[in-house]
């Protein structure tokens, strides 16, 4: 497996669930990132690790709970998420070196019922 | 404050004809400017950035930092060029990269 992958690419959760999403990255970086893409708006960058630390911290809510346990790996825990939370969640990593290029996975479509 | 602006959200060209997409930005600071792109069904990746000058698929894009702008250039466009395309700037050094909303092209044959 190469590149980036995130699990699972479809979720379907209730207000009051707690589900995980995850990311694999295979390219060696030292930055990984989790982003949020809705309908009519930007991607909104959400949370930024480098060397397993946080670094950014979009002003997410604390409903959404970023975990990076080494630099390959990074998660996204979700509890009590509302309707609008539901988009297209995109997980990239960077070298870490200022070039700009992310490499991004294929993204995880939630949907909050 | 960081923003990029991409005024069309769709743009729609016969193939064959030339293609500009608009990107417009706002930052005090030095830009790093991208352009990313989304085929159907595939993942956003990166096409160019302004700091190669290069070419990529026949697409060019100037850094123009009288009017804020970088916008996405082909002569004569292609089938294969439909698409999702994506003006971004990296706040410098920082790869917190700032994303337009995207401007969806379709090529008409």
């Known amino acids: 497996e190469t590149g980036v992958t995130q699990t699972p690419r479809h979720l379907v959760m209730g207000m009051t669930n707690k589900k995980s999403l995850k990311c694999e990255q295979h390219?060696?970086?030292?930055?990984m990132y989790w982003y949020k893409q809705s309908a009519k708006k930007p991607l909104e960058l959400m949370f930024v690790y480098n060397f397993k630390e946080q670094t950014e911290n979009n002003s997410v809510p604390s409903r959404f709970s970023p975990e990076c346990p080494n630099s390959s790996h990074l998660f996204l825990h979700l509890h009590t998420l509302q309707p609008e939370d539901s988009a297209l969640y995109l997980c990239?990593?960077?070298?870490?070196?200022?070039?700009?290029?992310?490499?991004f996975g294929e993204g995880s479509r939630l949907t909050v019922l | 404050a960081q923003r990029v602006t991409q005024p069309e959200k769709l743009l729609s060209v016969f193939k064959g004809a030339p293609v500009e997409l608009k990107c417009n930005y706002s930052y005090s600071g030095s830009p790093e400017l991208f352009w990313y792109v989304q085929y159907s069904r595939q993942r956003l990746q990166l096409l160019l950035r302004h700091i190669s000058r290069e070419s990529i698929k026949g697409f060019t894009a100037d850094l123009n930092k009288g009017e804020t702008s970088f916008h996405l250039k082909k002569p004569f466009a292609q089938e294969e060029d439909s698409a999702m395309y994506y003006c971004a700037l990296n706040p410098t050094g920082s790869e917190k990269l700032v994303f337009g909303k995207g401007t969806k092209l379709t090529v008409n044959p």
């Open positions: 990239a990593s960077s070298q870490g070196r200022g070039t700009g290029e992310l490499f």
């Open positions: 390219l060696g970086h030292n930055a």
